[in-house]
């Protein structure tokens, strides 16, 4: 038993839903994250949130080796500040389109373009006439615009690979639709009580 406890070596959290309610980390959630930093185990963030976002909250980002902001889009390191592109930014000409057809909540990131439902239909129809390779991730009510093959599974293999770790160390624990590719490149899945349905039938263990 033992040694197959030490195979995990970190834990990858996802952040709104998860770690977060409303944005806020309650104190007995940073409680346990200090417990399990002091444990010798490494933490990582792996969210849909951008960058700026959560550089700009009071909450201390310190627990983690590394985040995975954008979906999987963006690699920083709380630490050094290091920030790493992982994909080339959307075109500024999808980004103009939308705005000219009336989506109103959007957010643009080093490369997410961000908005919620019922925006991803217009996302869509832009997608196709300008001929993007691009795809729409869901998160519960926000719909996230990333280019193909980006995902929250991507930005893990890249902070992994800077850790020197394999997927096999790893746990991962999520809530939402765009946890599934997290899932994907931990060898344990964690959803939480409050995460879809389809989340938990996909998890190794539901708390």
Known sequence: RYRVY???????????????QNGVVST?????LDRLSHSGRRCLMVTGRRLE???TTPEDLSPFEYVVA?????LYCPESKDTTDLSEPLPTTFVDELRKRGVERMEV???IVATWTPYEQIAFEVIKELKLELQLIFNKGAVMVL??????GTGLAHALRAMKLSRHNVIGIGDAENDHSL????EVSVAVSNSLPELKERADFVT
Request: with cysteine; glycine share 12%; charged share 20%.
């Open 28 to 32: 007995s959630t940073r409680e346990a």
């Open 70 to 74: 954008e979906n999987g889009a963006v």
């Open 109 to 111: 990131g080093h490369v």
């Open 53 to 55: 976002e959560l550089i």
């Open 6 to 20: 030490m195979r995990y070596h970190a834990i990858a959290f996802d952040f709104d839903g998860t770690l977060a």
């Open 147 to 152: 280019p193909a093959g980006v995902n929250k």
């Open 183 to 186: 899932f994907a490149g931990c």
